[in-house]
């Protein structure tokens, strides 16, 4: 999902969706741990996403001041 269509969400949908790619980087982390993850490229990815709502919930927290 790109930048611009998660500044779309409202901030629980943005919440729910952090806490899904928490999850879905701790499933890949254990899949990885016990070689049974195929595309080893999906670690980075959820990261990545991760750090795009981090980054939006911030920003709307700093614009609330």
Do not use: C, W
């Amino acid at each position: 999902m790109k930048a611009n269509e998660v500044r779309a969400l409202g901030i629980e949908e943005i919440n729910r969706q952090l806490k899904d790619a928490y999850k879905e980087l701790f499933e890949l982390t254990l899949k990885s741990t016990t070689r049974q993850l195929a595309n080893h490229r999906e670690i980075p990815r959820v990261k990545k996403q991760i750090a795009v709502l981090k980054t939006i919930l911030r920003e709307r927290e700093l614009s609330e001041k």
